[in-house]
């Protein structure tokens, strides 16, 4: 199993903004930080090329990065889109296992600007 997911359709909406953003050849990227208010901050973006320290995945033509210390936070994570009237989000959705009981958090990422992905909850 990948570290994440990138749904088919995330994967059209990606590429739509990389195209967009004059980056065809782009990477979206996925990380983690500390802060937030679950104590991570997650958080998405466009890299021309990966770090030394980056994982590649592909999907659906999509180039995925991950740094390879923040792999084991985000092994489950999905990344998925929805689209309806008023919004079109890129949604990180992570299936948390803690003992007996499941959650699903999900953390929605509006477009900022060119080359940068926002997360907030």
Known sequence: MSTVILTEAAA??????????????????VSVKGGGCTGLSYGMSAEEEPAENDEVLEFYGVKVLVDKNDAPILN???????????????MLLQLVVAEVHLRQETFQVRQNNAKELICHT
Do not use: H, S
Request: glycine share 6%; hydrophobic share 35%; aromatic share 10%.
């Open 12 to 29: 059209y909406e990606v590429k739509d903004m990389m195209k967009n953003n004059d980056m065809p050849n782009g990477y979206l990227k």
């Open 76 to 90: 489950g994570t999905t990344i998925d889109f929805k689209a309806d009237l008023r919004l079109k989000t890129l």
